[in-house]
């Protein structure tokens, strides 16, 4: 079945990086935009980063522009997202996503927390 699975979350510094992974299996990843969302405590979930089948386009919620940078690897079937400069507003829990023939894939998500 489709699954995704996200890793590489933990607890960071302001100013801090990190990179999150999903690993993606059960569909042909190459097929496939990818996108990341957050949602932070009491929120709703938001998207962060989206990016093409091939990785051609790219687009970032304006909050992340220039210090996040989404890509993929479609030999490993992973979606990554490379975070810089993190502040306290970006903890949250971090969830990668595919949108299958009108049905929206979630992963189980990995906590990002960014405190001193």
């Known amino acids: 079945q489709v699954q995704l699975v996200e890793s590489g979350g933990g607890l960071v510094q302001p100013g801090g990086s990190l990179r999150l992974s999903c690993a993606a299996s059960?569909?042909?990843?190459?097929?496939?935009?990818m996108s990341w969302y957050r949602q932070a405590p009491g929120k709703e979930r938001e998207l962060v980063a989206a990016i093409t089948s091939a990785g051609g386009r790219r687009t970032y919620a304006d909050y992340v522009k220039g210090r996040f940078t989404i890509s993929r690897d479609n030999v490993k079937n992973t979606v990554y997202l490379q975070m810089n400069s993190l502040k306290p507003e970006d903890t949250a829990v971090y969830y990668c996503?595919?949108?299958?023939?009108?049905?929206?894939?979630w992963g189980q998500g990995t906590q990002v927390t960014v405190s001193s």
């Open positions: 059960g569909f042909t990843f190459s097929a496939d935009a």
């Open positions: 996503n595919v949108r299958l023939l009108g049905t929206t894939v």
